[in-house]
């Protein structure tokens, strides 16, 4: 029985088709195409290779992952806080109005006059547009909520409360210091 070239090239194409089947599935190896020397040639059984099976390395049992957060820095929280919470706190506590010596910082005060009294000294401030304001001990004036401690003959002491940058609230005293008006003037 003889094959004619027609059939040889359908032979061929068939046997290249079930190679691309077997390889697509995953089943078996795929073998090249036949050359053009086994065209020539009477085509022979295919044998379908057996897959070998792939044994996978063991895996050791890794521990679970855990993250311990103790000691380390929140990493939804900002950096840098605009308003430290220790402020924030004071800000919600305060339940007054601001009154107008404490609008001013204390540079922008002048102290102007002490009079004396039996009662306890006073003092006479003035801001920046010439306004006058009497000051007496205990007196909140400026912005950080700073208190009149003292009335001295020649100076007043008041005591503020500002933030660092840690965080941490400092005290610091300040003294207003009397401007004694000299003849020429």
């Not at 919600?92 to 009294?117: C, H, N």
Request: positive net charge.
């Amino acid at each position: 029985m003889k094959i004619r070239k027609k059939d040889r090239f359908n032979v061929v194409w068939v046997i290249v088709g079930l190679a691309f089947f077997m390889a697509s599935c995953g089943g078996g190896t795929v073998s090249p195409p036949p050359k053009a020397k086994a065209l020539q040639e009477t085509p022979k059984k295919v044998e379908v290779a057996k897959v070998e099976e792939k044994k996978e390395p063991e895996k050791k049992a890794e521990p679970e992952y855990r993250y311990i957060p103790t000691g380390k820095a929140d990493p939804f929280k900002p950096f840098i806080q605009e308003t430290p919470p220790a402020a924030k706190e004071k800000e919600r506590a305060r339940k007054t109005p601001l009154t107008p010596l404490q609008k001013y910082d204390l540079s922008q005060l002048k102290l102007v006059a002490i009079i004396a009294t039996p009662e306890g000294n006073i003092a006479m401030v003035e801001d920046v547009a010439k306004k006058g304001y009497f000051v007496k001990k205990g007196t909140e004036i400026g912005r950080n909520d700073g208190k009149v401690t003292k009335i001295l003959k020649d100076r007043i002491v008041v005591e503020e409360f500002y933030l660092e940058p840690s965080g941490q609230l400092k005290k610091s005293e300040v003294s207003l210091f009397l401007h004694k008006i000299e003849e020429g003037e």
